[in-house]
C-alpha cells in the first residue's frame, strides 16, 4: 500500500477487497448512486462517461468527481481537482471462482514532492480497513435492499480518548465479535462488534503513523464497525478526530429493508437529540 512512483511523476496507491457477489452485483454497490449511499456517504452518479459522481461527506462537504471512463460492470475512473492537482480515482471489478469478485481502487495523481504521499496512504488505509470492510458486510447480509441511511456529526470540548470512551460506555461495547446493547437514556441500538484485524505489515506501518498524527495514544484506534439487528437490521459506523483542542464525533447509520425505512426517521431524530445533550456546545446534522 505505500505509494508508488514512475518515471514521469505519476504517483499511486491502491486499496482491494474480496466480496461476495456477481460482477454487476458487485457493480450496483460501487458504481450507483443508491449501492455507494448502502454502505458509504449519501452519494449521486450519472453512470456514463462524462458524468458526474458527487459524494456527501456533511454539510458543504461533497466531493465532486468528473466520469473519464465508464465500462460496465468492469471499471470506471473519475477524476477530480484538489491538492495537489488532477486526481483520478480508478474503481475495477474483477470476477474470481467461487461467487465472488475483488474490488480494488487506486488513486493516481503527479506531484514533485512526498508532500501528499501521508495523505494519500491514509486514504488507501481508509478504503482497506474501514470502508471495504462495510461494502462487504452491505454485499455479504443486504444486498440490493432499500436502504434508509442518515448521519450525523458534533463536536465535544473534551479529549478525543475521553470522547471516545464516553461513546463506547454509553453503548456498552466490550470488544471485537462482541454483542452491545446501548444503556439507558441512549437511542436503542443492539448488535455485534465488527473485528479489525490487520497483519499486512504496510497497513501495519500506515496505521502507526495515522495515530501518531492525531497524538493518540490509545491501544485502538477511535473507531467502531457495528452489524445492528436493533432496532432495525443495519450497520453503524462511528468515529471520533482530534482537532487540536476540540474532537469531531461522526456517526452514520444504515439501516435496511421495510423494518429499516421505518425506524430511520425516527431513529436518526432520537440520535441527534442525543448528541445535542452529550455535546451540548454544538451538534449538526
Known sequence: MP????????????????VPGSPEEVWHAIATGHGISSWFVPSQVEQREGGTVVNSFGPGMDSVATITQWDPPKSFTAETEEEPGTVATQWTVETRDGGTCVVRVVHRWFA?????DAQFEGH???WAT??????????THFPGRPCSAFQLSAVSESSAPETWQAIKSVLNIEGAGQRFQSGSGVPEAAGTVERKEIDDPELLRTREQLLASMDWQENEEPELLLRLDQPAPGLAHLF?????????????????????????HDAERAWNEWLARQFPQEAVQ
Open 112 to 116: 514533485s514532492t512526498d508532500d501528499w
Open 124 to 126: 488507501a488505509y481508509g
Open 240 to 264: 471520533v478526530v482530534p482537532m487540536g483542542g476540540p474532537t469531531m464525533v461522526s456517526i452514520r447509520f444504515h439501516f435496511f429493508g421495510d423494518q429499516g425505512a421505518a425506524v430511520a
Open 130 to 139: 474501514s470502508f471495504f470492510r462495510m461494502l462487504r458486510l452491505y454485499l
Open 3 to 18: 505509494v508508488r512512483k514512475d518515471d514521469n511523476g505519476q504517483r499511486s496507491v491502491e486499496a482491494e477487497i474480496e
